[in-house]
T-cell receptor, first 114, second 115 residues
Framework: DSGVTQTPKHLITATGQRVTLRCSPRSGDLSVYWYQQSLDQGLQFLIQYYNGEERAKGNILERFSAQQFPDLHSELNLSSLELGDSALYFCASSVGGARNSPLHFGNGTRLTVT | AQKITQTQPGMFVQEKEAVTLDCTYD???????LFWYKQPSSGEMIFLIYQGSYDEQNATEGRYSLNFQKARKSANLVISASQLGDSAMYFC????????????FGQGTRLTINP
């Protein structure tokens, strides 16, 4: 058990809808990262938050947004969903951004857009 | 920009044999970290081992070791005495010291251990 909690585990929704994925980092970890894993794109970095502030942005679509709350949990909001958004979405956390600090991943939320 | 290349899409190994999973990387950072993760069919990402760019010794964690060759920019994972439970996807990743603090992942290698 990595200590990172993601909910829900599975999500099935229709095109055009909006969903929210939730993540609770490991106790003591200030950084939260969101990744998207799809068969054709592999593991793609979306966005990072550190202690409530956005720290880095990756290949995140404008239809997607995220935030980290004062209690350090994070939410990833996906709107105007398309079939191509179907993927496994991971949240990961780390103590900070040091190069020797591994990311600890949650079990992921599998999103299916129909 | 950082890049990880894993050239073996799939590998098949007999149980109890040792296996080496290849990873090469490219970065302009002088200081960086290299990581290996395991993803079983259940989907979770499990951190296995870390190697720092300035570490002189190869990292080891139980049956996992990292064959780090800095001049060749390679960081191969070696699994000794493979077990059926080692069947999974394995990802090599790196993290630089500057700029974005994200992990950059390779495309992964699917390892299958045969009994």
């Amino acid at each position: 058990d990595s200590g990172v909690t993601q909910t829900p585990k599975h999500l099935i929704t229709a095109t055009g809808q909006r969903v929210t994925l939730r993540c609770s980092p490991r106790s003591g970890d200030l950084s939260v990262y969101w990744y998207q894993q799809s068969l054709d794109q592999g593991l793609q970095f979306l966005i990072q938050y550190y202690n409530g502030e956005e720290r880095a942005k990756g290949n995140i679509l404008e239809r997607f947004s995220a935030q980290q709350f004062p209690d350090l949990h994070s939410e990833l909001n996906l709107s105007s969903l398309e079939l191509g958004d179907s993927a496994l979405y991971f949240c990961a956390s780390s103590v900070g951004g040091a190069r020797n600090s591994p990311l600890h991943f949650g079990n992921g939320t599998r999103l299916t857009v129909t | 920009a950082q890049k990880i290349t894993q050239t073996q899409p799939g590998m098949f190994v007999q149980e109890k044999e040792a296996v080496t999973l290849d990873c090469t990387y490219d970065t302009s950072d002088q200081s960086y970290g290299l990581f290996w993760y395991k993803q079983p069919s259940s989907g979770e990402m499990i951190f296995l081992i870390y190697q720092g760019s300035y570490d002189e010794q190869n990292a080891t964690e139980g049956r996992y070791s990292l064959n780090f060759q800095k001049a060749r920019k390679s960081a191969n994972l070696v699994i000794s005495a493979s077990q059926l439970g080692d069947s999974a996807m394995y990802f090599c990743a790196m993290r630089g010291a500057q700029g974005a603090q994200k992990l950059v992942f390779g495309q992964g290698t699917r390892l299958t251990i045969n009994p």
